[in-house]
Nanobody, 127 residues
Framework: QVQLVESWGGLAQPWGFPRPSCAAS????????ISWARQAPGKGLEWVSGIYSDGSDTYYADSVKGRFTIYRDNAKNTVYLQMNSLKPEDTALYYC????????????????????WGQGTQVTVSS
């Protein structure tokens, strides 16, 4: 019933950077904070960014701060992650996630508190 579905989201202009999106269903989207996490090849899971339920508060990992922007459109039940100034180390499978407890924080929580995960969308940066 609860679903989070990521998609690549196309390329931003003028640089053509990716904008992964996360479409949600099966719960009251506007009541849930949403986070993005990523897993690079051979690496562990890294929290990337979070946004509060109404979009008023956003947070970023130091690794992406100033380069990525998280935003949401509650009318579309969708969260976006606009990427810019990509680095090779940004290559990863990107997931959106939330949960019964994680719904109340846009800051990184314990991984076990994220009950719902998307299937992941791949972003690859050449090096």
């Amino acid at each position: 019933q609860v679903q989070l579905v990521e998609s690549w989201g196309g390329l931003a202009q003028p640089w053509g950077f990716p904008r992964p999106s996360c479409a949600a269903s099966g719960f009251t989207f506007s009541s849930y904070a949403i986070s993005w996490a990523r897993q690079a090849p051979g690496k562990g899971l890294e929290w990337v960014s979070g946004i509060y339920s109404d979009g008023s508060d956003t947070y970023y990992a130091d690794s992406v701060k100033g380069r990525f922007t998280i935003y949401r459109d509650n009318a579309k039940n969708t969260v976006y992650l606009q990427m810019n100034s990509l680095k090779p180390e940004d290559t990863a499978l990107y997931y959106c996630a939330t949960g019964a407890r994680a719904a109340f924080t846009a800051v990184q929580a314990m991984w076990r508190e994220y009950d719902y995960w998307g299937q992941g969308t791949q972003v690859t940066v050449s090096s």
